[in-house]
T-cell receptor, first 109, second 115 residues
Framework: GEDVEQSLFLSVREGDSSVINCTYT??????LYWYKQEPGAGLQLLTY?????DMKQDQRLTVLLNKKDKHLSLRIADTQTGDSAIYFC?????????FGAGTTVTVRA | EAGVVQSPRYKIIEKKQPVAFWCNPI?????LYWYLQNLGQGPELLIR????????DSQLPKDRFSAERLKGVDSTLKIQPAELGDSAVYLC?????????????FGPGTRLTVL
C-alpha cells in the first residue's frame, strides 16, 4: 500500500543482524505488524507491537516503534539462511491491514 | 489445527475466460478476507466477510469480480471475464473476529496467469 513504505532489498551475511525499516502514515493505527512470506507460501505473522509500546522483543526478533516519526523497524539477530524471505510491515485501522511492498532479505553464507 | 486452504494453487487461462478460486478458512473463524497481491507488492484487500455478509467490498471491481460465502464458511471469488492485468496471486485469510489485534491467518494463495 502507498501509505506504508519499506526499502525493497536487504542482503546480510549469515550470523549478522538484519534490520528492516518501515514508515507508515496512519497515526491512529492501534497495532503494527511484521509478516514473513516465503516463496510460494502465504503470509505468516512474525510479530506485532501495540501503538503504545516503544519496543518488543521476541527471541531473535526486536521491534522498535518511533511514533513521532511513524517509523517501525524489525531486527533479526543471528540471521540464518531460513530467514531468507520477503518481510512486510503492515498497519491496521480497525480490521483493515495496509501492507508495504515488502523487503526481500537475502542471507549469504 | 488445519490452516487456510485454497485451491487451485495455480491457474492459467486465456483472457476473456472465467475463473474461480475457492477458500476454506480455519474452523471457527467468522471473518474471511480476499486479498490481491501483484508481483513485487504487498497484499491489497478486495473484500471482507463477517459470516456470510460482505461488510466491505469497496475495493472489489464489481464489473468483473464477484464473491460469495453462502453458508458463512467456504468462499468463492470469481472473475468473469479475466483480463491480462488480473494476473496476480489471490490470497485468502481468516480471523476470529473484528478486533484489530486478531491475527489474520493467510492461505498459500492462488497464482493466476492470464494469457
Amino acid at each position: 500500500g502507498e501509505d506504508v513504505e519499506q526499502s525493497l532489498f536487504l542482503s546480510v551475511r549469515e550470523g549478522d543482524s538484519s534490520v528492516i525499516n518501515c514508515t507508515y502514515t496512519d497515526s491512529s493505527s492501534t497495532y503494527l505488524y511484521w509478516y514473513k512470506q516465503e516463496p510460494g507460501a502465504g503470509l505468516q505473522l512474525l510479530t506485532y507491537i501495540f501503538s503504545n509500546m516503544d519496543m518488543k522483543q521476541d527471541q531473535r526478533l526486536t521491534v522498535l516503534l518511533n511514533k513521532k516519526d511513524k517509523h517501525l523497524s524489525l531486527r533479526i539477530a543471528d540471521t540464518q539462511t531460513g530467514d531468507s524471505a520477503i518481510y512486510f510491515c503492515a498497519e491496521v485501522n480497525d480490521y483493515k491491514l495496509s501492507f508495504g511492498a515488502g523487503t526481500t532479505v537475502t542471507v549469504r553464507a | 489445527e488445519a490452516g487456510v486452504v485454497q485451491s487451485p494453487r495455480y491457474k492459467i487461462i486465456e483472457k476473456k475466460q472465467p475463473v474461480a478460486f475457492w477458500c476454506n478458512p480455519i474452523s471457527g473463524h467468522n471473518t474471511l478476507y480476499w486479498y490481491l497481491q501483484n508481483l513485487g507488492q504487498g497484499p491489497e484487500l478486495l473484500i471482507r466477510y463477517e459470516n456470510e455478509e460482505a461488510v466491505d467490498d469497496s475495493q472489489l471491481p464489481k464489473d468483473r469480480f464477484s464473491a460469495e460465502r453462502l453458508k458463512g464458511v467456504d468462499s468463492t471469488l470469481k472473475i468473469q471475464p479475466a483480463e491480462l492485468g488480473d494476473s496476480a496471486v489471490y490470497l485468502c485469510a481468516s480471523s476470529r473476529g473484528l478486533a484489530g489485534g486478531n491475527e489474520q491467518f493467510f492461505g498459500p494463495g492462488t497464482r493466476l496467469t492470464v494469457l
